[in-house]
């Protein structure tokens, strides 16, 4: 079955840049978005298609992808972006999968 | 504003059902697809399936398929997700999503509804 593979923990200091990665077979044939989720939210869509950010999502989130492999980069980050961040792909055009997340220290 | 409100918390015992609600707002509520989703205590986001709120169809991801049931009631343009034979592995937060195009981003999130299961 299709899996997405994230690194379960990174740990940044505020201003540095965090990059948090999503892997997947044929990934790179695949649309990618990325979701924040902060302790005791809902999720909250930050990029769609690859690399394109929601109104509102500041443009210190971007997104971009290498091969199958797809990289959510937080540049400048804040202490505000701690949070979980899950990546998210289609398999079979139909079904959703969820990369098993990753947890963004900032200290 | 697009807005997806979900019914309050549940708890229920072991073997019993649960139908969660997912009241939809702000939008056309037939003309975009509706996910639910599962997050088990301190886990990740499970992808539990999808209904078309236009015509009832639906796709559930295989863990899930013959004892979850997803419908809608246009009327109140509101979705609905129900649980059978609950265990108590089902405990956890269930969100109602909307995709923002056909099989696309989930671009707008509930507040999630707390299902606990316990004897």
């Known amino acids: 079955s299709f899996e997405l593979t994230q690194p379960p923990s990174l740990s940044v200091s505020p201003g540095q840049t965090a990059s948090i990665t999503c892997s997947g077979d044929k990934l790179g044939h695949k649309f990618t978005y990325w979701y924040q989720q902060k302790t005791g939210q809902s999720p909250v869509l930050v990029i769609f298609?690859?690399?394109k950010r929601p109104s509102g999502i500041p443009d210190r989130f971007s997104g971009s992808k290498s091969g199958n492999t797809v990289t959510l980069t937080i540049s400048g980050t804040q202490a505000m972006d701690e949070a979980d961040y899950y990546c998210?792909?289609?398999?079979?055009?139909?079904?959703?999968?969820f990369g098993g997340g990753t947890k963004l220290t900032v200290l | 504003q697009v807005q997806l409100v979900q019914s309050g918390a549940e708890i229920k015992e072991p073997g019993a059902s649960v139908k969660v609600s997912c009241r939809t707002s702000g939008y056309s509520f037939t003309g975009w697809y509706l996910h639910w989703v599962r997050q088990a205590p301190g886990q990740g986001l499970q992808?539990?399936?999808?209904?078309?709120?236009?015509?009832?169809?639906?796709n559930f991801a295989q863990s899930f398929e013959g004892w979850v049931t997803m419908t809608r009631d246009t009327s109140s343009s509101t979705a609905y997700l129900e649980l059978r034979n609950l265990k108590s592995d089902d405990t956890g937060i269930y969100y109602c999503?909307?995709?923002?195009?056909?099989?696309?981003?989930?671009?707008?999130w509930g507040q999630g509804t707390r299902v606990t299961v316990s004897s």
């Open positions: 298609e690859h690399s």
């Open positions: 999503a909307r995709d923002l195009g056909d099989f696309d981003a989930l671009d707008i």
């Open positions: 998210q792909a289609w398999d079979t055009r139909t079904s959703v999968v």
């Open positions: 992808w539990m399936g999808w209904i078309n709120p236009k015509n009832g169809d639906t």
